[in-house]
């Protein structure tokens, strides 16, 4: 476990370093005029990579934050910690919980960024065979269907 250097809940930290790098890669974003919500995400969960030395490409965190970024803003973070903290210590995650809210971020998409996220997502999905992202064994049967066929329109369309 990463943790053995820690005191105190090691679910707590995840909380605590998830939003203090979000916040550190947001503020660096709207500094130099970049998409703050997407690096925010991207810095999070990249950093928590990092420090588990787990490498991944970019296409693949970019798209590993998709229902993040469609999440409402006050769910955003908490809601990625949940899904770190799963890699970690799975026995501390109420995967139905997490599944709900992921399904919930794809059913509401309300805002441009999350429309812009869901289409990233859509364009992207036929590269991700075998990337690994869990959250997408979550999604409920009528997101997976409504995914896959966006995903053939896409292609229709090019």
Do not use: C
């Amino acid at each position: 476990m990463v943790f053995g250097f820690l005191k105190g809940n090691p679910r707590e930290a995840i909380f605590k370093a998830t939003q203090a790098s979000y916040d550190k890669h947001y503020n660096l974003a709207r500094k130099q005029g970049i998409e703050p919500i997407q690096m925010g995400l991207f810095g999070a969960l990249g950093s928590r990579y990092k420090l588990r030395r787990v490498f991944k490409n970019d296409l693949i965190h970019m798209v590993e934050i998709v229902p993040f970024v469609m999440m409402k803003e006050e769910d955003r973070v908490a809601a990625l910690a949940l899904y770190l903290l799963w890699f970690e210590m799975p026995q501390e995650v109420d995967e139905s919980a997490l599944s709900r809210w992921i399904n919930e971020a794809f059913r509401d998409r309300e805002d441009e960024n999350a429309e812009d996220a869901y289409q990233f997502l859509v364009q992207s999905l036929p590269a991700l065979q075998g990337s690994g992202i869990l959250w997408l064994t979550w999604l409920n049967d009528v997101n997976t269907k409504r995914l896959a066929q966006d995903s053939l329109d896409a292609m229709d369309r090019k």
